[in-house]
């Protein structure tokens, strides 16, 4: 049984539009540090922030260590097999972590703050199988250790991926209205046969039958003396009912008369209306 909708869907609207964009995607990531590092004893004071626009004019002025989140690219796989275009994109993000000491003075109990170490790991805690809406779970690939040019800071970049889709832009199909349905009975199964009768092939060397769906069509000269052969003298297009001269070899003159009998099956021909769109239910 076929379900049919009241009225056309119109579909959704996302808030934000684009909830797998790269600043919504960052803006996410940052967020979930803050509230994670907020939640451990000595870490509130790090800072948090995106990338700076200026990097080579940027200072670090946090005491306690600074967390700069950066989107770095993308890697598009193979289309997938449908209408649309639709890929797997993985989306790179680098979150660089400075600070002033690696961590072992805190991990012995010094109260100073934390170092390196334990921002790595708190990062790591934080993001590793975090689901940002429109995204899979994202996870780290690989740390480094960055040298830093005024020899004052530790510097460690982070590399993670974040799996999602890219879909093609949703455009609306202009295809044309459905009007006209016609069903053919397969296999003949009520076969009723026309007695032959007179047809005379027109300037397309063509006849056009008044059946459709038709089958063991016979050809003849018009006395009946010349019984032409199918697909040597004439072809048949047999679900539109029309019979071409194929010319050349064939036996059959141009502009001939010719006596042409046949059988024919069920066709039910269904006349659509009301609507105006292809995909409303009333077509």
């Known amino acids: 049984m076929a379900v049919q909708l009241d009225t056309p869907w119109a579909g959704t609207t996302y808030n934000p539009p684009a909830p797998a964009g790269i600043a919504a995607i960052e803006a996410a990531i940052v967020a979930q540090l803050k509230a994670s590092f907020a939640t ?3 870490m509130g004071g790090i800072d948090i922030e995106h990338f700076p626009d200026a990097p080579q004019k940027y200072r670090a002025v946090s005491q306690l260590g600074t967390v700069l989140v950066v989107y770095r690219d993308d890697d598009y796989k193979d289309p997938e097999p449908t209408d649309r275009i639709v890929q797997e994109r993985v989306l790179q993000f680098e979150i660089d972590v400075i600070s002033r000491s690696l961590g072992w003075a805190y991990a012995s109990g010094d109260p100073s703050g934390p170092g390196a170490y334990q921002m790595l790991g708190q990062i790591r805690q934080a993001l590793m199988g975090y689901a940002i ?21 530790y510097i460690y970049a982070m590399d993670w991926e974040i799996p ?19 069903a053919l009975e397969e296999n003949a ?4 046969s026309v007695p032959a009768i007179d047809y005379t092939f027109n300037a397309q060397d063509q006849i056009q039958l008044p059946d459709q769906n ?7 000269s018009q006395d009946g003396s010349i019984t032409y052969s199918l697909n040597i003298d004439y072809s048949v297009d047999a679900v539109n009912g029309v019979i071409t001269n194929l ?3 064939s036996l059959i003159p141009a502009g001939a008369t010719v006596s042409v009998g046949y059988s024919k099956a069920d ?8 609507g105006n769109a292809p995909t409303w239910p009333t077509n």
């Open 214 to 220: 038709i089958s063991s069509v016979v050809v003849k």
């Open 267 to 274: 066709v039910v021909t269904a006349i659509a209306g009301g």
């Open 133 to 153: 809406p429109g995204c899979k779970k994202m996870y780290p690939r690989r740390t480094r250790f960055v040298e830093d040019a005024e020899g004052v800071n």
């Open 189 to 192: 199964q009520t076969t009723i």
């Open 247 to 249: 010319g050349g070899a």
């Open 164 to 182: 999602t889709m890219a879909v093609e832009v949703s455009t609306v199909d202009n295809y044309p209205v459905l009007t006209k349905v016609m």
């Open 40 to 42: 451990v004893a000595g």
